[in-house]
């Protein structure tokens, strides 16, 4: 099984400033996708952003970017003008071999 | 557009109960998966299918059963509950194997 990783379990910023959001994975596999998912307090799960790997400019989405390092196998998350609306759990996932594989999760706290 | 329909939302069972979570969608898609998420654990995948009549497991697979005679359907099955299977259950679709998944809006289950 894939393994990722999301080592932060919380993090903070105020609203109008940027937050970073770091994950890795493991894989052996050179196509794969990766994905941003948030999850609010209403428990939906919402695409953010996607990464294709074979792709080396990085995604963005709005105020939504993200930083692949593929030799790293890092994918990080960076939110900019962070809004209250950004408070949520954010999921990191990699895509592989027909299944997704989901870090822990990440709590973004926004303080106005 | 219905999307991805779970029923119940909300369950309670006595521990040795079976029971069926619901899952369809409207979208035509030939993947469909079921999750389970537990705190600090993100989600991880219980079963999969690539199309009707086809199923795999997953990372989490014992205890449940799946069956997927039609594209629209793919119920999970509870077979003996157990209280280590309280969860949220999300199923997903998606008509792509590296396509995003769409959620349906989970299953808080309880088992007492």
């Known amino acids: 099984a894939q393994t990722v990783t999301q080592s932060q379990p919380e993090m903070s910023v105020q609203e109008a400033e940027t937050v970073t959001l770091s994950c890795t994975y493991d894989?052996?596999?050179?196509?794969?996708?990766l994905f941003w998912y948030k999850q609010p307090p209403s428990r939906q799960m919402i695409l953010v952003i996607r990464?294709?790997?074979?792709?080396?400019q990085n995604a963005t989405e709005n105020r939504f970017s993200v930083n692949f390092q593929k030799a790293a196998k890092s994918f990080s998350l960076k939110i900019s003008d962070s809004q209250l609306g950004d408070a949520a759990m954010y999921f990191c996932?990699?895509?592989?071999?027909?299944?997704?594989?989901f870090g822990a999760g990440t709590t973004v706290t926004v303080r106005a | 557009n219905a999307g991805v329909t779970q029923t119940p939302k909300f369950q309670v069972l006595k521990t040795g109960q079976s029971m069926t979570l619901q899952c369809a969608q409207d979208?035509?898609?030939?993947?469909m998966s079921w999750y389970r998420q537990d705190p600090g654990m993100g989600l991880r995948l219980i079963h999969y299918?690539?199309?009707?009549?086809?199923?795999d497991q997953g990372e989490v697979p014992n205890g449940y059963n799946v069956s997927r005679s039609t594209t629209e359907d793919f119920p999970l099955r509870l077979l003996s509950a157990a209280p280590s299977q309280t969860s949220v259950y999300f199923c997903?679709?998606?008509?792509?194997?590296?396509?995003?998944?769409?959620f349906g809006d989970g299953t808080r289950l309880s088992i007492l």
């Open positions: 299918s690539v199309g009707a009549g086809i199923t």
């Open positions: 894989t052996s596999e050179s196509d794969y996708y």
């Open positions: 990464q294709e790997a074979y792709k080396q």
């Open positions: 996932a990699y895509y592989g071999d027909y299944k997704l594989s």
């Open positions: 997903a679709s998606r008509i792509d194997p590296a396509q995003p998944q769409h």
């Open positions: 979208m035509n898609h030939e993947y």
